[in-house]
């Protein structure tokens, strides 16, 4: 059973910035696609950002482009979601999830969500004034 956890969430006014972790413990993250999810009350799960194995590609959702930013530090076993300009619509509780499939990210982008067999328990952000 992989392990890791998500932490990073808070409350914070519209502009601010948050940034989430996702740090894994007993396996080696960087063998596998990460994505970032996020799921408002009454809505869907939606994708966020993903990154695949190297950290050569990257996908985002539209409604975020220019203002998040995915990497993975690979030392620290590590991946990281950098939200600046957050906006209340951003508000969500914000999933890690890890895929063994090889090629997710690069094939599914952000769309990819079925393709991930292991879930974080989730960190809040809350974007109000």
């Known amino acids: 059973q992989l392990q890791f956890v998500e932490s990073g969430g808070g409350l914070v006014q519209p502009g601010g910035s948050l940034r989430l972790s996702c740090a894994a413990s007993?396996?080696?993250?960087?063998?596998?696609?990460i994505g970032w999810f996020r799921q408002a009350p009454g809505k869907d799960r939606e994708g966020v950002s993903c990154?695949?194995?190297?950290?050569?590609?990257?996908d985002y959702a539209e409604s975020v482009k220019g203002r998040f930013t995915i990497s993975r530090d690979n030392a620290k076993n590590t991946v990281y979601l950098q939200m600046n300009s957050l906006k209340p619509e951003d508000t969500a509780v914000y999933y890690c999830?890890?895929?063994?499939?090889?090629?997710?990210?690069?094939?599914?982008?952000?769309?990819?969500?079925?393709?991930?067999?292991?879930w974080g328990q989730g960190t809040q952000v809350t974007v109000s004034s």
């Open positions: 990154i695949n194995r190297s950290g050569a590609r990257t």
């Open positions: 999830a890890v895929s063994p499939a090889p090629s997710v990210c690069g094939i599914y982008g952000v769309n990819g969500v079925s393709r991930y067999d292991y």
């Open positions: 007993g396996f080696t993250l960087n063998n596998y696609n």
